[in-house]
Structures are given as structure tokens and as C-alpha cells.
């Protein structure tokens, strides 16, 4: 069941966020990340309060995996959506995430959700 509510929010949860994104884009809409970022955390904790006898660590590891594969699947599908290359980076993005990775890994910000991804599959043997 874990594993159920972990996937269900990482992929078509975040597909759709993406589609919903490039259309706000598109229609130079701005976006409001620290609003989409409060609903997501909103959905790991209610999916992780539906979850039966977690405890925290289990609790911590389930949030930590949505935030770590929420990193590895948002930005290169809506990139892919918008008909960029997959490891496009934008220099105006707004997102204090995208900030925080550019200035750590400059053209290479591509590499955080790499090693998200890792970070997410290795999450799931404490999950």
C-alpha cells in the first residue's frame, strides 16, 4: 500500500502538475511556487496519515522519496511537454529550487534529478 501512495503521488501527480505548468507558461501565467509546493506537501501528509501504522522514520522516508522522485520527474517532464531538451534549464525561472540547483551545479543542474532519482529507488528499501 506504501508503495501504491508513493508512485500515485510521484508520477501521474506530477505529470499533471507539469501539463497544468506548461499550460500556465505557455499563457504567461505566472506561477506561484510556494503555493504548489504547500499542495504537494499537503498531499504527502494526508497520503502518509491514510497509511496504517507508519512510523516516523517510515513516515520520513515515504516524504523524503515523494520530495526526491517529485525532483526527478517534474522538471525533465515538463521540459519534454514544452518541446525543450530534457535537461533544459530556464535563467529566469523563479523557483528558489531551480535557484538553489543552478548555483550549485550550474549547466549541470540536469545532475539534481539524477541523483534524486537514485535517492528515490534507494529510499525504497526502508519504505
Known sequence: ???????????????????????????????????????????????AWLLPGMSIGKIAAFALAASCGRLAIFAPALNLMRGLSLTYISKTSTSIIDKMEVRLFGTRAWLVEIIAGVIFFILQFFL
Open 1 to 47: 500500500m506504501i508503495f501504491l501512495f508513493l508512485y500515485i503521488l510521484v508520477l501521474p501527480v506530477n505529470l499533471a502538475v507539469a501539463w497544468w505548468h506548461k499550460r500556465l507558461i505557455k499563457d504567461d501565467r505566472p506561477i506561484v511556487h510556494g503555493l504548489w509546493a504547500a499542495l504537494y506537501a499537503v498531499l504527502i501528509a494526508v497520503a
